[in-house]
Every structure is written in structure tokens, then in C-alpha cells.
């Protein structure tokens, strides 16, 4: 049979697919490209972002504010404006912002026992951290504000 020649009775060609499978293939191969793209973006390692160092101008603007409102605190539970517990958990937050803004260590959302695993570099924080949890988390308010209060001012004035 030549080329030229008519298909014999009887013989259909075959079916063309429809367009529609054509993109569903696509669309699935895009679909999985982009799950490899994904999770080789999330889990890929992240850059460790040093903060800035501190200026000896700013740290002791910091340490001239927060002495200010860790004082502000004190003076409020003296007067009964807040309660001991509540002195005692504002007291907690100030330190450990403080220490976060000098050294970028996130210090606000650490527990007792993550401080005291960092280190002896720490140890001030967890001291002080340590000092206020019988009064933040107690069953009773406790009146160990001044110590606390004292115990705080004083990383302050040493934290660098």
C-alpha cells in the first residue's frame, strides 16, 4: 500500500486527547514544582540577624529609662495603685526587655529554665527572674517588692 493510496474500509485513526488533559498534566507538574519550591524555601537555613551594638550614649539612656520606670513601678504598688503580683510580673517584663534591647537576646518570651541554661551570662537575669516568680506566680502575694526591686535596678546598672 502506498502512502497516497485511501485507508482500506473499515480502518478509523485514532482520537485525539481532549485540550483539557493537556492542562491538567501542566497544572499537576506546576503543582509539584511549586511543593518543591516550598519546602526548599521553609526549611532552608535562616540568616542570623546580629543586632547592632549598643552605644555607650544609648545604653545609658536605656538604663536611665528603664531605672525610671522600674522606680515608677515600685512607687505605684507603694501607693496601692497596683497589686504585688502585678508590681512584681512589671518588674519581670522591664528587665527582660531591657536585656533584649542591649544585647538582642529575646529574654521576654524565655522561661526560668531556658535563662538559666544560656550561661553565666544570663545569671543576672535569672536571678532577678527568679526573685520575682514566688511573687508573679505564687499562690499568695508575697511582699518582696523592694528586694526585687532593688535586685532589678541593680542589672541595669551592670547589664552591657
Known amino acids: ?26 497544572g499537576a507538574l506546576a503543582l509539584v514544582a511549586a511543593w518543591y519550591v516550598w519546602v526548599w524555601w521553609s526549611t532552608r537555613e535562616k540568616k542570623v540577624v546580629v543586632p547592632p551594638r ?24 507603694a501607693a496601692g495603685e497596683i497589686s504585688q503580683r502585678r508590681a512584681h510580673q512589671q518588674l519581670s517584663v522591664l528587665v527582660r526587655h531591657f536585656v533584649q534591647e542591649v544585647s538582642g537576646i529575646h529574654a521576654p518570651t524565655m522561661t ?3 535563662l538559666n ?19 508573679e506566680f505564687g499562690p499568695r502575694e508575697t511582699a518582696t517588692l523592694v528586694g526585687a526591686g532593688t535586685v532589678a535596678k541593680q542589672v541595669v546598672a551592670r547589664w552591657s
Do not use: C, H, N
Not at 549598643?54 to 504598688?77: F, G
Open 112 to 114: 526560668l529554665t531556658e
Open 54 to 77: 549598643v552605644t555607650p550614649d544609648r545604653l545609658s539612656r536605656l538604663r536611665a529609662d528603664y531605672t525610671r520606670q522600674i522606680d515608677l513601678v515600685l512607687d505605684r504598688a
Open 1 to 26: 500500500m502506498l502512502a497516497a493510496d485511501a485507508p482500506p474500509p473499515g480502518f478509523y485513526a485514532p482520537d485525539p486527547y481532549a485540550a483539557k488533559w493537556l492542562w491538567i498534566g501542566v
Open 117 to 135: 541554661a544560656r550561661g553565666s551570662r544570663m545569671t543576672p537575669v535569672s536571678e532577678v527572674v527568679g526573685t520575682l516568680y514566688p511573687g
